[in-house]
Structures are given as C-alpha cells and as structure tokens.
C-alpha cells in the first residue's frame, strides 16, 4: 500500500506561485508515474501534469503548459507540482496519484491506483 499526503496549497491572488508538494509512504514510488489532477466545484476531476518513473518526461494539460511544473525527488519520495501565474480559473483541490503500471493515457483517472486527501488552491482575482 502507498498513502499519499498532499501539503501546501492556501490562497493567492492572481499571478502568484505556489509549490504543492505530495510525501508517499508505505513503499517507494520511484517505480510509478506520478500525477497531479484537479477538481474544481461541480465539475469533473482532470489532468494536471504527469511524470513518468525515471522523471525523464513530463506531459501537461494546454491550461497549465508554460506554468506549472512537475517534478520528482527520489530520495525523498515526493512530487512536486510548482504552480506560477496562476489564474483564478485554477482553482480547485489538487490531488496527487500514482500509477502503478495499468497502461492506458496517463491523463486518464483510472489508470491511477493510489490517490492522496488533496489540497485547496484558491486564486482570487
């Protein structure tokens, strides 16, 4: 079994950064794609930004490309999702999940198997 706790979301206004950053436990992750999702009131969870295992090629949504940043630390098993000029259309509570190795779109929910509590971004405008 791998927990996944997300931290470091809050509020900001528009145009600002924030670093979320998601701590696996339980076993290591270094053998998943890791990504980050986020769902916002009344609308469906989408894909944020994925990494996969060796942190050698990352994939993001058209909203975030050019703004946000994924990124992995091996040693201390964590993901990070560094978020800049964000926008209020950002946000939403951002989740962490890993990905086992079930195939399929690495945007796709379901091919994760482990997902973390999330964590609220508010952009105010």
């Known amino acids: 079994q791998v927990q996944l706790v997300e931290s470091g979301g809050g509020l900001v206004q528009a145009g600002g950064s924030l670093r979320l950053d998601c701590a696996a436990s339980g076993r290591t992750i270094s053998t998943y794609r890791m990504g980050w999702f986020r769902q916002a009131p009344g609308k469906d969870r989408e894909f944020v930004a994925a990494?996969?295992?060796?942190?050698?090629?990352?994939n993001y949504a058209d909203s975030v490309k050019g703004r946000f940043t994924i990124s992995r630390d091996m040693a201390k098993n964590t993901v990070d999702l560094q978020m800049n000029s964000l926008k209020p259309e950002d946000t939403a509570v951002y989740y962490c999940?890993?990905?086992?190795?079930?195939?399929?779109?690495?945007?796709?929910?379901?091919?994760?198997?482990?997902w973390g509590q999330g964590t609220q971004v508010t952009v105010s405008s």
């Open positions: 999940a890993a990905d086992t190795g079930n195939g399929g779109p690495y945007n796709y929910p379901l091919r994760y198997d482990y």
């Open positions: 990494i996969n295992r060796g942190g050698t090629l990352t």
